[in-house]
């Protein structure tokens, strides 16, 4: 298996998004829009883990507070509070060193890289925050390109951007449904990060990871 490239997601590939959703976004809109009267945090908290849990690969986010909504009394509309989403997380955004510093090994070798991320204007701030927008030789957001993973198209410009046939790059993320199915589907290798779960699908990845640096030495890189 020759791989001369690699393309990753950002969101629980390169930064924790979850860190960023829950430390972050959760607590400052329980702060700022629940009523402290009718819920606790802990009560709050686990409505709040229910509904990111049935919305958070949907990357139009007014999903969540349709979801929050059957539970909660939300007064504003959903713009409102997908701004403040948006502005929480970008906020609470931090590097991850051990990833940056993956990154950067890769940079010193001069081996071709870029991330590919589902989402909207806001990607771009995550990867000025967490480090990685200094570091990447090219990233996509999928917002901008015109459709979102798994399509074929992104994936493929992906493939241009990197200036690799799809069959010499490996795919590396968090999701099976986006990532890993739409990597796959024009013959890309690939690489799950596991999160602590098992693989959901069938049709598995080629490799099972618990963080990006492993490829240091799956791939025998440096």
């Known amino acids: 298996m020759k791989i001369s490239g690699i393309i990753y997601d950002l969101d629980d590939t390169l930064i924790s ?18 009523d402290k009267n009718e819920f606790d945090f802990d009560t709050f908290f686990q409505i709040m883990k229910s509904a990111d849990k049935i919305t958070k690969w949907s990357p139009e986010k007014e999903n969540l507070f349709n979801e929050l909504r059957k539970n909660i009394n939300l007064v504003e509309d959903n713009k409102f ?25 890769l940079n010193k070798i001069n081996f071709p890289w870029g991330v590919l991320t589902n989402g909207y204007k ?27 993973k798994p399509c074929k198209e992104v994936f493929i ?39 602590g779960r098992s693989y959901p699908l069938e049709d598995k990845p080629d490799f099972e990871i618990d963080h990006v640096k492993e490829l240091n030495s799956i791939l025998n890189l440096f």
């Open 81 to 105: 509070y997908v701004d403040f989403f948006w502005g929480s997380i970008v906020n609470s955004v931090e590097p991850d060193l051990e990833a940056n510093k993956h990154l950067e090994g």
């Open 122 to 148: 806001y990607q771009h701030e995550k990867m000025i925050r967490s480090g990685v927008g200094k570091l990447a030789p090219f990233y996509i957001v999928s917002g901008d390109f015109g459709c979102h």
């Open 17 to 34: 998004r979850d860190e960023a959703f829950y430390s972050g976004f959760t607590k400052k809109f329980y702060e700022k829009f629940v």
């Open 157 to 195: 410009e992906a493939s241009k951007k990197i200036d690799l046939s799809c069959e010499e790059i490996l795919f590396v993320g968090d999701t099976a449904e986006t990532d890993i199915i739409g990597a796959k589907s024009v013959g890309m290798k690939t690489a799950w990060v596991k999160m």
